[in-house]
């Protein structure tokens, strides 16, 4: 059901009397206020989970190739869901780098927050949100390594600005602006001089899909949910959740 939502500014001087949050009793409440936001309201492509293929890489990238022939905007683009040694979650979007091996892959320098967890627990969870479709993927495994020449191959394609900001390792570190500039033209200048240098921080991971989930919005409610996890005799095991 779609929902006409009503302005809402966390600043009441910032909005019209009748429609402040808080104190005003005729403006929405910011819990009223999120309820009522649109929710839902795509179109989803027909999807028929007894024609799916055995292979569920198979079919994400069939959705992949369904996002971007719909003009989704950044299709590649995932979350990313890692955890530390203590059990404390951390979550943030990145891009898929490829799918092969039946395993998604995504970069990260080894200094980094990920890096650093994805060492220490080499567990991951992946979510894809394609809304203008109404589609959701959601990914659940173990984490393994590439060899180094498939990281520097992958790194040796990234914008030249990218490349150089990674050879300085510095990634989530507190931001010292005295220094930004003169430093990161030093670093933009080794990559011009020599291209082919490479970030030895570099890592490409592979999450191994050990269980994906297709989801697929319906305007009723009863939205389409298959999951695929790995079978003891090899394959995948396929099977239909409740909503």
């Known amino acids: 059901m779609t929902r006409t939502a009503r302005p809402w500014s966390p600043n009441p001087a910032d909005a019209p009397s009748p429609q402040r949050p808080g104190p005003d009793p005729q403006g929405p409440s910011l819990r009223d206020w999120l309820r009522d936001l649109p929710l839902l309201t795509a179109q989803p492509p027909p999807f028929d989970p007894?024609?799916?293929?055995?292979?569920?890489?198979?079919?994400?990238?069939?959705?992949?190739?369904?996002?971007?022939?719909?003009?989704?905007?950044?299709?590649?683009?995932?979350?990313?869901?890692?955890?530390?040694?203590?059990?404390?979650?951390?979550?943030?979007?990145?891009?898929?780098?490829?799918?092969?091996?039946?395993?998604?892959?995504?970069?990260?320098?080894?200094?980094?927050?990920?890096?650093?967890?994805?060492?220490?627990?080499p567990v991951a969870a992946l979510v894809f949100y394609w809304p203008q479709q109404g589609r959701q993927v959601r990914v659940r495994g173990r984490v393994r390594v590439a060899d180094e020449e498939r990281a520097a191959r992958d790194f040796l394609q990234q914008p030249a600005h990218g490349r150089a900001e990674s050879l300085l390792e510095r990634q989530s570190r507190p931001l010292d602006e005295a220094h930004l500039s003169d430093e990161f033209a030093d670093v933009d200048d080794l990559v011009a001089l020599e291209p082919s240098v490479v970030a030895a921080a570099w890592r490409l991971w592979a999450v191994d899909a050990s269980r994906v989930e297709f989801w697929q919005s319906s305007p009723d409610g009863q939205h389409l949910r298959l999951r695929y996890s790995h079978a003891e005799h090899g394959g995948y095991d396929r099977q239909l959740l409740r909503p």
Do not use: F, I, N
């Not at 971007?68 to 590649?76: D, F, K, L, T, Y």
């Not at 990313?80 to 490829?98: E, I, W, Y």
């Not at 927050?113 to 994805?118: A, E, F, M, T, V």
């Open 50 to 121: 007894a024609a799916a293929p055995a292979d569920p890489l198979e079919l994400l990238v069939s959705w992949l190739h369904q996002a971007v022939a719909a003009g989704v905007p950044e299709p590649h683009a995932l979350t990313l869901a890692t955890v530390d040694a203590a059990g404390r979650p951390d979550a943030r979007v990145l891009v898929l780098k490829d799918v092969a091996e039946s395993a998604l892959w995504v970069a990260s320098g080894a200094g980094s927050p990920k890096g650093r967890q994805l060492a220490s627990v």
